[in-house]
């Protein structure tokens, strides 16, 4: 967007109705002087100010000063939809208003980030007081609010009506005429939220405490007590409802006042107490005060013959001691009589009536005057801003208005002066500085002429020479000072000067209008005739020591903390009262000048406070010594805005790509690409020295409009960049953390492998170690290798142990140290195999081992085959008794058949083989062939069994021959050699007779004759009869024997 075009649409579009019949309205006038045509005219000035005034419009602008005329009506434009209006709108949009003011200094406040104030100013009853509560007003409906912020916020309202109550009274100017001079910051944080306050209070008008002009009314708060004040409290303060009862009160005889509602103001004031957190003792003892003050008023003293005072103790008295916590005597004595110290001595001296009522009053004005600073300093404790982060303030000054009565003392003296160091400190910031700074920065420039004041504060303040230094000389002074001789000092030293006049000094014309106790000055804003009388004493503002002492002993907590020790031991005498207000003034003028300046100007519309009257006079007068017309001629030619082109560069360069973000070269070069970028106009602005000059507020009000749309835009950007780096500093912190977490993890996972393997090593090195002394007795170092091997053998034993019971070759081979339990464990298993083998044995395989072991005593190591004889398992018989032939059978049962086998039986001569049955009974054995017993041999006459030593199944029964009936010895050959042969020996009991011979065996044969059979190993198996007549039986040769 162009600049022009912002320009054309800076107004806000869209705005309630009420702005466009403000802008209507406002088309009554300029609302800015600096757009009249006749600005050189007083009197186009005054026409407008006057027409404006007559549609109640009460403001008009010279640039950013604001004129303000007294309307003496209420108006209906500070209500909040006017508030709302002019927040946040820049100043030229809307008419001229006090919020459009407050707004922009808040706003310039918070953009720029430094304090400021506004410098309300005009005389009394022009409208300051109100404009001043307007513009806290405003802030307190428009800033950020929050709860706590809240009560901050309603206590600096709230500390308004209180001030004001005791503060401000009627005069004759203005019914509400503040009688203290009063600075409020009003202090900011960054957000904009009013987060604190402070008050400097002024020079308090206390001599309004004990006299009042005609017309004129004590400080408010006395007349709201008496007329709102309960029942009750009236009581409890000795008071009565009539302020005519009281001395101080009807001195200005006008204690009702039509614009005044004294008992509505005694609520707000009590409201006010409360919001601003004043306790039930505060409060008692601050209303104790005020109406100790009334009762002491009514102190009345009697003179004695010698005219010395004579006070006796009545009712108004013993109410004063009372509320202020004095003993009635120590006041008594206080109020009659002066201590004075003579060396050693103290000498009681009484008081002349006079002087007792001079007195009395002194505390009375003391009482009040402490107590107002008592409660300026207690509302500042409250509105104290607790959080110490950086503040930025705007100041709100509204002190007392130039007066002039028909007779002017001290107070009006000090007022006008303040007035004037107003007027000076305006002129300083915005005539003459102004000025200055354009024939230092070198702009081109025709002097305005305006009227300086210096000269005035020069005459009241100056060294040595002022009229303040006068006075305060002739306070100090030993001797008889008075305040004829002062004027006549004054004289002295005044005497030519042309702002300073006296009735001596006078010309002939002058001199009707002035007394002989009267001074003129000529101030900014006009003629004041000041009466002497008092002012030495007023300057002094003297309070007995005693006096003082006698306060200290209040219980009034209020009183007690107002006289306080240090002060009444202190011996330097204390400033006077107007040098004291004149360093204050000094100390003000230092605050203000550190800060940026607002002006609003109230202008009094006309002395009657009447509403809608325009007294053109009175107005062309405050024009002509506020010095208006300059102010507007400086703005015309000038400029409204400057800033240092460092500053200027550094708030506007986003606006030109040529200057953002950064500018390289001279600042003022920056400035100048900026601008031109920016369209200026050559009118709109001139280069200074240091500064840029920007001519009409305007252009400087568009400038700041686009730099907001760009400031958006900017922080748009801003935040995507920042947003993009935080992002970039998570992933890289997240990054990082995952690195610590691995290189953490992988720390742990090194240092617990470091530990196994150290743990291994150790392991390893025992084992080797162990390993090594295996051999040794057991020692440390190889204990737990030799349990290891130890465990490890009957781990592996466990898995390798013989199955049966026959298996002797499998056993593992112990390590040495397990030799012996090796040992034992082989034949403890061996044992429990056999166990187990022979609890699985059967009765019957029993019975066949027995058989066995029979067989194994006879043949076991002798003959070749038995061996392999072992394990065929024995038979009950060969052939079944179907097999027998039945006459065979029924011959020989009686006998009882035990066994049967077929058997080969070999001649005894031929050798020829027959197969036969052999049957073995009880007593017997027969050989059957068929039905036919062949031959029965009887055990007894069994004499032996013959077996060859060789694999062969050849066997020789010798039978005795002594029988005839026997045939001789039987050869047989029977393939189940063995069994037969152990069911034989068995049977017949014999088993020794069984012989197992090598070579040939003789066998007989019938009638003596005997031969052999010769046994031999062989190829194949043969059975022959050999050439030697022997029968000769061929084995093939068994393998293992
Ligand atoms: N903006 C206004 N609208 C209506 N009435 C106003 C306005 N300003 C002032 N007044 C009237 O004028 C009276 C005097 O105004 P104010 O007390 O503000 O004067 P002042 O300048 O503070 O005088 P002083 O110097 O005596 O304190 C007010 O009491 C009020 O009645
Ligand atoms: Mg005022």
């Given at each position: ?52 005034f ?21 108006l ?45 100013s ?48 009627k005069t004759?100017k ?21 987060v ?7 020079l ?57 509602n ?31 003050v ?25 109410w ?14 206080a ?11 103290e ?23 402490r ?5 300026v ?75 300086n ?47 300073f ?20 000055l ?6 004041v ?24 002993q ?11 020790c ?35 100007r ?76 920016l ?11 240091t ?37 970039k500093?998570?992933f ?102 056999v ?13 066949q081992m ?110 005795a ?81």
């Amino acid at each position: 967007m162009s600049f022009s075009t912002w320009q054309k649409g800076k107004g806000k579009l869209g705005h309630l109705d009420l702005e466009g019949a403000l802008t209507a309205r406002d088309r009554v006038g300029i609302q800015d002087f600096v757009l009249l045509d006749a600005h050189n005219s007083e009197t186009a000035f005054l026409d407008n100010l006057k027409k404006r005034f007559s549609e109640d419009l009460i403001y008009t602008y010279i640039g950013t000063l604001l004129i303000s005329v007294n309307p003496y009506k209420e108006l209906d434009i500070y209500n909040k939809k006017h508030m709302d209006l002019y927040m946040g709108v820049n100043f030229y949009e809307l008419p001229p208003h006090i919020y459009a003011l407050a707004d922009n200094a808040y706003h310039t406040m918070l953009t720029e980030g430094n304090n400021h104030f506004i410098l309300i100013s005009g005389e009394s009853g022009a409208g300051k007081t109100e404009a001043s509560k307007k513009i806290l007003q405003y802030y307190a409906v428009s800033c950020p609010s929050s709860a706590l912020l809240d009560t901050v916020r309603d206590r600096m309202l709230m500390s308004n009506p209180v001030l004001e109550a005791f503060g401000n009274a009627k005069t004759l100017k203005n019914d509400n005429s503040s009688r203290f001079g009063k600075y409020m910051d009003i202090q900011f944080d960054r957000q904009g939220d009013a987060v604190g306050g402070h008050i400097l209070s002024y020079l308090l008008e206390k001599s309004r405490v004990v006299h009042q002009n005609h017309g004129e009314r004590n400080f408010h708060i006395f007349y709201q007590l008496v007329e709102g004040g309960e029942e009750d409290l009236l009581r409890q303060l000795g008071l009565e409802r009539d302020t005519q009862h009281y001395n101080y009160l009807v001195g200005g005889e006008c204690a009702n006042v039509s614009s005044i509602n004294d008992k509505n103001d005694w609520k707000t004031v009590k409201n006010a107490l409360s919001v601003i957190h004043f306790d039930e003792s505060d409060i008692e003892h601050l209303f104790g005060v005020i109406a100790s003050v009334l009762h002491l008023g009514n102190v009345h003293f009697d003179g004695d013959t010698k005219g010395y005072a004579v006070l006796n103790s009545n009712a108004e008295l013993r109410w004063v001691s009372k509320l202020i916590g004095v003993h009635v005597q120590v006041l008594q004595e206080a109020l009659s009589y002066r201590k004075i110290e003579a060396k050693t001595d103290e000498v009681m001296c009484p008081f002349m009536v006079d002087h007792a009522v001079y007195v009395r009053d002194a505390l009375a004005k003391a009482i009040y005057g402490r107590t107002f600073t008592w409660l300026v300093n207690r509302i500042n404790e409250s509105l104290e801003n607790q959080d110490s982060t950086r503040k930025t303030v705007i100041g709100l000054l509204d002190i007392y208005g130039f007066e002039v009565f028909y007779v002017n003392s001290f107070e009006q003296f000090c007022i006008n002066y303040c007035n004037e160091k107003l007027q000076q400190l305006f002129i300083q910031l915005t005539l003459k500085a102004e000025q200055e700074e354009y024939e230092a920065e070198g702009i081109e420039w025709e002097p305005v002429q305006f009227f300086n004041n210096k000269i005035i504060c020069d005459l009241v303040e100056e060294k040595y020479r002022g009229i303040i230094s006068v006075l305060d000389e002739e306070c100090l002074r030993p001797g008889d000072a008075t305040d004829l001789t002062f004027l006549e000092k004054l004289e002295e030293k005044m005497g030519n000067h042309p702002h300073f006049v006296t009735h001596k000094l006078a010309d002939k014309k002058t001199r009707k209008t002035l007394d002989r106790g009267d001074f003129r000055l000529l101030h900014y804003a006009g003629e004041v005739t000041y009466c002497v009388v008092g002012f030495i004493d007023k300057n002094n503002d003297l309070l007995y020591r005693h006096i003082k002492e006698a306060m200290r002993q209040s219980k009034n907590s209020i009183i007690r903390q107002c006289f306080l020790c240090d002060e009444v031991d202190s011996r330097r005498r204390p400033e006077t009262v107007a040098t004291q207000f004149k360093n204050s003034l000094l100390e003000l003028t230092e605050i203000l000048m550190a800060k940026e300046a607002w002006y609003v100007r109230c202008l009094k519309s006309n002395d009657n406070k009447q509403s809608g009257k325009f007294d053109d006079v009175l107005v062309r007068h405050q024009v002509k010594y506020l010095g208006l017309i300059e102010h507007l001629r400086v703005r015309r030619a000038g400029f409204a805005y400057r800033r240092r082109y460092e500053e200027f560069l550094k708030r506007y360069k986003p606006l030109c790509p040529d200057t953002w973000p950064h500018w390289r070269g001279v600042a003022a070069d920056g400035v100048e690409t900026l601008v031109k970028h920016l369209g200026y106009q050559p009118d709109e602005y001139k280069m200074g020295r240091t500064k840029i000059f920007i001519r009409y507020a305007r252009t400087l009000f568009a400038t700041e409009d686009a730099f907001e749309i760009c400031k958006h835009e900017l922080a748009t950007r801003i935040q995507a960049k920042y947003k993009g780096y935080r992002a970039k500093g998570e992933f890289k912190k997240q990054k990082e953390a995952a690195t610590k977490i691995e290189t953490c993890w992988r720390g742990v996972q090194a240092r617990k492998e470091r530990e196994r393997r150290a743990w291994a090593v150790k392991v390893i090195k025992k084992f080797i170690k162990g390993y090594m002394t295996r051999g040794q007795a057991k020692t440390t170092d190889n204990s737990e290798y030799l349990a290891f091997v130890r465990q490890s053998y009957l781990n592996r034993l466990k898995g390798n142990l013989p199955k049966t019971v026959l298996d002797k070759t499998t056993w593992l081979t112990p390590p040495p140290v397990m030799k012996e339990t090796s040992e034992i464990l082989r034949q403890l298993h061996s044992r429990w195999l056999v166990r187990k083998y022979v609890r699985g044995i059967t009765p019957q395989k029993k019975a066949q081992m027995q058989m066995k072991v029979i067989t194994s005593a006879i043949f076991k190591g002798k003959k070749d085959s038995y061996p392999q004889s072992v394990a065929v398992p024995f038979q009950d018989t060969r052939i079944s008794e179907q097999d027998i032939n039945v006459r065979v059978l029924q011959t020989i049962r009686h006998e009882r058949i035990k066994y049967s086998v077929p058997v080969v039986k070999y001649d005894r001569n031929g050798f020829k083989p027959r197969p036969r049955q052999l049957i073995l009974t009880q007593s017997a054995a027969y050989l059957v062939e068929e039905a036919k017993i062949k031959q029965r041999a009887d055990y007894v006459s069994l004499k032996g069994v013959s077996v060859s030593n060789l694999g062969d199944t050849m066997m020789i029964l010798h039978v005795a021959n002594d029988d005839h009936k026997q045939k001789g010895d039987l050869l047989l050959q029977c393939d189940h050699l063995y069994e037969f042969l152990t069911k034989l020996s068995v049977l017949a009991n014999k088993q020794n007779a069984i012989k197992v011979l090598q070579g040939s065996i003789k066998f007989e044969i019938q009638g003596g004759k005997e031969n052999f059979v010769d046994f031999s190993t062989g190829q194949e198996p043969l059975v022959y009869k050999g050439k030697n007549g022997h029968l000769t039986v061929v084995t093939p040769r068994t393998r293992t024997r």
